[in-house]
């Protein structure tokens, strides 16, 4: 089993639609939880980081961690074209090692 | 503020032949450095870290070797070679509490 399971998709939605981004993980020791947005050929850019469980809202992004059943999500308002990349969800013990989901691709159709 | 700086962005390498990525970041000292590899539907996979000048951790026993020379600066390195080590290699600095800061990528094919 991996550390950290995201469904790859793809995911296209109509611009101005709400996006909803998951990942499920087995490790209950988790305390630390980010989201990446990777253009293509790009390196990934931190967009959220949280710790512990609730919400962080930043802009049209909202990060929200569930550690009692081990589910992240990353929720993105009004979505545009520009938003169109893969999402790379990430998870720490605390220490300076992430572990990474393997990334859901998402496309935002004009 | 800080950047990294990570090149080539693209390489072409026959088997069998020496290789060798740099990684430089500027706006920081003593960084804790990152090298990753991205292959497909296999996410990132970390390869190396390191927290200070010569003191190199390895995660995953493999054909490729890291240095850091300098407080600022990681290399990635191979001897030969094999053509399982295609993939997209990124450089970070980071850690906790802030993050990763990524680099721009090489993607590396062995032909």
Redesign the interface.
């Known amino acids: 089993q991996k550390e950290?399971e995201?469904d790859?998709g793809p995911l296209s939605v109509p611009e101005g639609a709400i996006v909803s981004l998951n990942c499920t993980y087995s490790n209950s020791a988790f305390q630390?939880f980010?989201w990446?947005r990777q253009y293509s050929?790009?390196?990934?850019?931190?967009l959220m980081?949280t710790y512990s469980s609730g919400n962080k809202e930043d802009g049209r992004f909202t990060a929200q961690v569930d550690k009692s059943s081990k589910y992240i999500s990353l929720f993105i308002r009004d979505s545009q074209p520009s938003d169109s990349a893969t999402y790379?969800c990430?998870m720490?013990l605390?220490?300076?090692?992430?572990y990474?989901?393997?990334?859901t691709s998402l496309t935002v159709i004009p | 503020s800080q950047t990294i700086h990570q090149w080539p962005a693209t390489l072409v390498q026959p088997v069998g032949s020496p290789l060798s990525l740099e990684c430089t970041v500027e706006g920081t000292s003593n960084p804790n450095l990152y090298w990753y590899r991205q292959a497909a539907g296999r996410g990132l996979q970390l390869l190396f870290y390191s927290v200070g000048i010569g003191q190199i951790s390895s995660e995953v026993p493999q054909n490729l070797s890291a240095s850091r020379p300098q407080d600022r600066q990681f290399i990635l390195s191979s001897k030969k070679l094999l053509l399982s080590d295609s993939g997209f290699y990124l450089c970070a600095w980071g850690g906790f509490g802030y993050g990763y800061t990524f680099g721009s990528g090489t993607r590396l094919t062995v032909v």
């Open positions: 950290v995201q790859p630390y980010m990446y050929r790009k390196g990934p850019e931190l980081y790379l990430a720490s605390g220490g300076n090692q992430f990474f989901g393997t990334g």
